[in-house]
T-cell receptor, first 115, second 115 residues
Framework: AQSVAQPEDQVNVAEGNPLTVKCTYS??????LFWYVQYPNRGLQFLLK??????LVKGSYGFEAEFNKSQTSFHLKKPSALVSDSALYFC?????????????FGQGTELSVKP | KAGVTQTPRYLIKTRGQQVTLSCSPI?????VSWYQQTPGQGLQFLFE???????NKGNFPGRFSGRQFSNSRSEMNVSTLELGDSALYLC??????????????FGSGTQLSVL
């Protein structure tokens, strides 16, 4: 069965510092990995995805993620954090074949960026 | 283009009642999926509809049901409400839902409180 794990419930970063939100995955076959962000009282917004190709994926709002097959990881990164990046971040893997499917989410990591 | 619209935004019900939540996908999107979000269980997949047919179903009891109309709008129904059904219910749409690399567009959700 496909699964993702986010080992940190919370990450605290000072504004201007680099940030990393960790995600590891377990899949059979090729992984289709996603990062979504959720701001308070809102739905989820797509940040980026990995399907195939370059291991470094660039996404919205200056975020990027590094796919590492040997470590089965897909960590989200940003070189310089902003206070407005404070939100709940979810890593997800796509389950199912090309007849529909679902996203399996990690438990989420709350990112707090302090001025 | 308007985003995914969910109504109502908030609902308060009592145990034993039933509730219907509504979701209007992005224009042109034919796949609609539903997720339940709770602090304890995180984000869990409920079901997915495509062209008025349920294509995938998660591990929820039969009290949870849904349907999709010819205009792709979707409703989900929960009968005989239990306290544990209190959650944020998120609807997501995508154009086809078949491709594993396809991203989902989420609504802001319906916050259901069962008293």
């Amino acid at each position: 069965a496909q699964s993702v794990a986010q080992p940190e419930d919370q990450v605290n970063v000072a504004e201007g510092n680099p940030l990393t939100v960790k995600c590891t995955y377990s899949v059979s076959g090729n992984p289709y990995l996603f990062w979504y962000v959720q701001y308070p009282n809102r739905g989820l917004q797509f940040l980026l995805k990995y399907i195939t190709g370059d291991n470094l994926v660039k996404g919205s709002y200056g975020f990027e993620a590094e796919f590492n097959k040997s470590q089965t990881s897909f960590h989200l990164k940003k070189p310089s954090a902003l206070v407005s990046d404070s939100a709940l971040y979810f890593c997800a893997v796509r389950d199912g074949g090309n007849q529909g499917g679902k996203l399996i989410f990690g438990q989420g990591t709350e990112l707090s960026v302090k001025p | 283009k308007a985003g995914v619209t969910q109504t109502p935004r908030y609902l308060i019900k009592t145990r034993g009642q039933q509730v219907t939540l509504s979701c209007s996908p992005i224009s042109g999107h034919r796949s609609v999926s539903w997720y339940q979000q709770t602090p304890g269980q995180g984000l869990q997949f409920l079901f997915e509809y495509f062209s008025e047919t349920q294509r995938n179903k998660g591990n929820f009891p039969g009290r949870f049901s849904g349907r999709q109309f010819s205009n792709s709008r979707s409703e989900m129904n929960v009968s005989t409400l239990e306290l544990g059904d209190s959650a944020l219910y998120l609807c997501a749409s995508s154009s086809e839902g078949r491709l594993r690399g396809e991203k989902l567009f989420f609504g802001s959700g319906t916050q259901l409180s069962v008293l």
